[in-house]
């Protein structure tokens, strides 16, 4: 790919030609001219020529294909970058691995106030447990050490880390020798994240930010809250996101709003919305998502942190002010309370207004007919990480370990959500499953069960204009004249129209259905290497040496 040398500026005129141009408004579109940050015009290659010699910058595409930027819907953005910089469990293969890579990065960083990792997965060790907190204290070398599991709903500590955070043993979630839940977790993670430095977070922040760039990804939706980090992080990061070329960031803070005042406070922090990980219940991984049955391998049935009256409430007063709400919800009994919770406020509030908010709920993951039918009753927008299926599902993964196989099999019912008219949204849930938007499309093509499948197409389309609709804009996440010039250009092979499995119409795979083709996401195939990363016509990332 080629282009000129000029120096960039937001209201140059560029023309973008030779390659495959994503677009509704032309299937077979090569060519692409964008002004003042907007989309202008995408069309044939023939007719680009009209416009050549009156743009400031012509880029060759050299068959590469422009797509519109992926959204991210769920983003955990500073504890992402700390991943990214600090300790990476998730390729530990062993409980003795993740000791070893314990005492490197300890080693390693002796300077370092309290250690932080993530990714720790005992379900995929032989062991099958987590480490003790005798193990971890001896592989810390006594420091405070704080390892959240892989779902980010419970961790491993070490005492040294206990010893600062007073009244610890006595809250709930706390056990002497497991990993910590609840409010015990909330509390050492506070303790841990307040030893992070406002240089480190930052930096965090911005190696997030441009490893979200080199993938594409154009927008990510922040999910932060009270009991996920801290005010200071929140608003750090929407400050620093909007001084520095990069994605953008939409906000979402997780507190519940009892009226016009509290609505106040969240867009004064700069959210979008009261949403996000407003906790509902829990995971599965933990065993603490909430359900209506016990699970396959422990005798209780998880933790409700918030009732069908207190969703009402929310609801209610979010709607009334006018602000989205949305809650995180991922056992059964959790999404029933979610509905129960969200139809009642639409008794007091009105239907309409309901449906009209487009309230989100995170995860969704154990769904029934009757439930999925609500959501689309009630206008919720399924915020969805298809890598959830990836990493856990199969007869052998952790979801049926936790639920059986007969529930597991009915976890992420993508295909019955389309159907039903439910909005997608994906995400990634980052650091939980990685950034990762062509693997993500990918995951619900070719989902391990095979009924929840859904075509490639509507895959990309939850992944780019799902989010944008997610923020209640529908004018943005697809390459048409007026829309924001947010996009990237891919290097791939040849594109195709994947379906998931007969029950699509035959023609829509058929070129002459003027489908725009996408690259083969087959289980693999390589997928699209991203050479440039545009957000409002401004480049935000460029592959070196290309």
Known sequence: ?????????????????????????????????????????????????????????????????????FTDAHVHTTST?????????????????????????????????????HGWDATRWPEGRPPSRAELDEAAAGRPVYLPRIDVHSAAVTTALLDLVPGVTAMAGYHPEGPLTGAAHHAVRAAAHSAVSPAQRAEAQRAALRHAASLGIGTVHECGGPDISDEEDFTGLLKLAAEQPGPRVFGYWAEEVADEKDARRIREL????????????????????????????????????????????????????????????????????????????AGKVGLGRVRAARHRVEHAEMLTPETIAAFAELGLTASVQPAFDAAWGGEEGMYAQRLGSGRAATLNPYAAL????????????????????????????????????????????????????????????????????????WRTDELVVQAPDDRVARWSTDPRSGTPGLPDLSPGADLPVCLRTVVLGQTVYVRPNE
């Open 1 to 69: 790919m080629t282009e000129s040398t000029a120096p960039q500026s937001e209201h140059r005129t560029v023309l973008l030609r030779g390659g495959d141009v994503h677009s509704p408004a032309d299937p077979f579109a090569t060519a692409m001219v964008v002004e003042r940050g907007h989309v202008a015009w995408v069309g044939s290659e023939g007719a680009a020529d009209a416009f050549a010699s009156g743009v400031d910058e012509v880029i060759d595409l050299r068959g590469a294909l422009v797509t519109p930027a």
């Open 81 to 117: 970058g700390l991943a990214l910089t600090g300790l990476d469990l998730s390729g530990a293969r062993t409980l003795g691995d993740a000791l070893a890579l314990v005492r490197a990065h300890v080693a390693a960083h002796p300077a370092d106030r309290v250690v932080l990792g």
């Open 270 to 345: 700069g959210a979008v919305g009261a949403a996000g990980d407003l906790f509902v219940d829990g995971s599965l991984g933990s065993h603490t998502a909430c359900l209506h049955e016990p699970y396959a391998d422990a005798p209780h049935t998880g933790t409700a942190h918030l009732d069908a009256g207190r969703i009402a409430a929310h609801v209610a007063a979010c709607t009334e002010a006018g602000l989205q709400a949305g809650f995180h919800a991922i056992g059964d009994a959790a999404l029933s309370a979610v509905v129960e919770g969200v139809r009642a406020a």
């Open 418 to 489: 389309l159907r039903a008219g439910v909005p997608l949204a994906f995400g990634s849930d980052s650091p939980v499953t990685p950034l990762d938007p062509w693997g993500t499309v990918r995951a619900a093509a070719f989902h391990r069960t095979l009924a929840h499948r859904v075509s490639v197409r509507a895959a990309f389309t939850a992944h780019t204009r799902g989010g944008w609709r997610a923020v209640g804009r529908d004018d943005a996440g697809t390459l048409v004249p007026g829309a924001p010039a947010d996009y990237a250009v």
